[in-house]
């Protein structure tokens, strides 16, 4: 295993603790008290195990490498933010499953499914205000204008996910789709991008105080990395595993397969006609246009684009992480991509 991953799975005992830590304090009685805890501690482990952990690694990942400080790397703070990215993340993962009627999520019945959508509503937004008052928690080390730094980077990136997903969550007129591609784009960076891949490569460099500060590089490189995290989720939806596949078809959503399907004019209005509600054609379509074969295609010419924006970056050790971040995300599903 790789001694990042191994190094962040085998921390999480650890935040389970330091969440506990939370409740210890409640103003009112202990029985009550210990109804919250167990309640919390069973949505905090239902919501973030499963995952991929692609988010609280990557931050890991660059300040371990990006280090600068002349001592030893502060393990337990920088464990503790990669796992607190994890924590937002199942925050807008049970509100995404609410908005978007989800019911299963990581193999799992979604959690507001089990507990409610009222319950599951406020979950999310413990498991929101659990992941900062955690941050700020495991951040005490370090000066007042690095934790300012960090909680306004991840407040605006909060703030541009949200932006995103009511791109994503908006009607979508097919009838009018002069600007179906820049909406696409716009939601992707904004729900995709910033809060996924901008934001923990940005608080690693924070937490690793390198002296190089945030190279334009890296907000190029995010853009690129999340427009692909969200174009193979989409081509996935339908070309994945048999038991994983989605309904971004029947649910009418914006995807890049609807994007590219748009641009053939002879099936326009095919699309237009059915879309949300006859997704055998759609799908029809899809393998009509060889989806497979073009998704190939974008998937090298993305490989190509971050290879050249690595080889512009000037700070080494962040040209390693961000190279390794790369090649973890690209060999998610495709094992045989192993350099760049």
Request: aromatic letters at 12%.
């Amino acid at each position: 295993m790789d001694f990042i991953i191994e190094k962040f799975l085998g921390f999480y005992p650890n935040i389970s603790k330091y969440a506990l830590k939370l409740f210890d304090e409640l103003p009112i009685s202990e029985f009550y008290r210990r109804k919250i805890v167990n309640y919390y501690m069973k949505c905090l482990n239902y919501n973030i195990e499963g995952g991929k952990y692609m988010r609280g690694i990557t931050l890991v990942e660059v300040a371990y490498k990006c280090w600068n400080n002349g001592d030893k790397i502060l393990w337990d703070e920088v464990l503790t933010a990669g796992w607190c990215i994890e924590i937002l993340q199942a925050f807008f993962l049970v509100g995404d499953d609410i908005m978007d009627g989800g019911e299963m999520r990581r193999g799992k019945v979604c959690w507001y499914i089990s507990q409610g959508l009222s319950m599951g509503l406020n979950d999310s937004f413990c498991l929101y205000i659990m992941s900062e008052l955690l941050m700020k928690g495991a951040l005490k080390s370090y000066s007042m204008d690095t934790l300012a730094r960090i909680m306004d980077l991840l407040h605006r990136c909060i703030f541009y996910t949200i932006l995103g997903q009511h791109l994503d969550t908006s009607p979508l007129c097919l009838k009018s789709t002069e600007n179906l591609d820049e909406r696409y784009f716009a939601m992707i960076q904004m729900k995709t991008s910033y809060y996924s891949i901008y934001l923990p490569i940005c608080i690693g460099l924070l937490l690793a105080n390198s002296t190089s500060g945030i190279p334009l590089e890296v907000e190029h490189f995010s853009r690129i990395i999340g427009e692909y995290l969200q174009i193979e989720n989409d081509f996935l939806d339908y070309f994945g595993n048999n038991e994983k596949t989605g309904n971004d078809i029947e649910q009418g959503k914006l995807t890049w397969l609807l994007c590219k399907a748009m641009q053939d004019p002879l099936l326009k209005d095919d699309i237009v006609e059915n879309y949300g509600k006859d997704a055998e054609l759609i799908k029809e379509i899809y393998q009509k246009l060889n989806m497979e074969s073009i998704f190939e295609e974008y998937k090298l010419e993305t490989k190509n684009k971050v290879s050249s924006i690595l080889e512009k970056l000037e700070n080494e050790n962040l040209r390693r992480a961000l190279r390794c971040i790369a090649i973890r995300i690209f060999s998610y599903h495709d094992q045989k991509c192993t350099s760049l």
